[in-house]
């Protein structure tokens, strides 16, 4: 079984683009939850999807928007990109959203 | 507020010594409690993950310990290795709606030859 895989794994990016990221993951899991990471900080929750639907959002500004499609993968779009967006973007699966968590090695954004 | 702490922030140790992490929670209703390692620069992976009855658990030089009273957990790395340098990041799960895993910070160790 493949774990979770996000991508792309790094990515450069200019103030005020946009960005797409996504993930998928494990296969039979339901749940995805996207965190922000900034370099020696611990993840900071963006939000959690399950069954295709909301289920949380963290304090993140509207220019951060999320979906999951019917076959559990999602993406992540970031709008209007800020220098202060570069940071390690994770993604989690787990089978519900409230038992174990399984991580992506993460997409790297750097924004310039 | 839902919120974990982790101390030391940063800890540094030579090869071959023991040494204990902590992890403090106010996280409430409480379901598991794990600990995740974080090379730099990659996703975290999960160590051990203990519920609300379990006290110990061990996985190869890593002990985790729970104490769902006083809400501590530490993890111990007994005769640490040079690859155990990493970030250690506790994440307590919620049953609340919406956000599920609370992180804390991590403690940044450093095993030096």
């Known amino acids: 079984d493949a774990g979770v895989t996000q991508s792309p794994t790094h990515l450069i990016k200019t103030r005020g683009q946009h960005v797409t990221l996504r993930c998928s993951p494990i296969?039979?899991?339901?749940?995805v939850s996207w965190y922000q990471q900034v370099l020696g900080q611990g993840p900071q929750f963006i939000f959690q999807?399950?069954?295709?639907?909301?289920?949380g959002r963290g304090n993140f500004p509207d220019r951060f928007s999320a979906r999951q499609f019917p076959n559990y993968s999602s993406e992540l779009n970031v709008n209007a990109l800020l220098l202060g967006d570069s940071a390690l973007y994770l993604c989690?699966?787990?089978?519900?959203?409230?038992?174990?968590?399984?991580f992506g090695q993460g997409t790297r954004l750097t924004v310039v | 507020k839902n919120q974990v702490e982790q101390s030391p922030q940063s800890l540094i140790i030579l090869e071959g010594k023991n040494c204990t992490l902590q992890?403090?929670?106010?996280?409430?209703?409480?379901?598991?409690l794990r600990w995740y390692k974080q090379d730099t620069g990659r996703g975290p992976v999960s160590l051990t993950i203990?519920?609300?009855?379990?006290n110990t658990k061990s996985n190869g030089r890593y002990t985790a310990t729970l104490d769902a009273d006083t809400k501590q957990s530490s993890l111990h790395i007994t005769a640490s290795q040079l690859s155990d340098s990493a970030s250690y990041i506790c994440?307590?799960?919620?049953?609340?709606?919406?956000?599920?895993?609370?992180f804390g910070p991590g403690t940044r160790l450093s095993v030096l030859p």
């Open positions: 989690a699966s787990s089978p519900t959203g409230n038992t174990e968590a399984f």
């Open positions: 999807y399950y069954e295709k639907e909301e289920r």
């Open positions: 994440v307590v799960t919620t049953l609340n709606y919406g956000q599920n895993f609370v």
């Open positions: 203990m519920t609300f009855s379990e």
């Open positions: 992890c403090n929670y106010t996280v409430s209703p409480f379901s598991n």
């Open positions: 296969s039979g899991h339901k749940s």
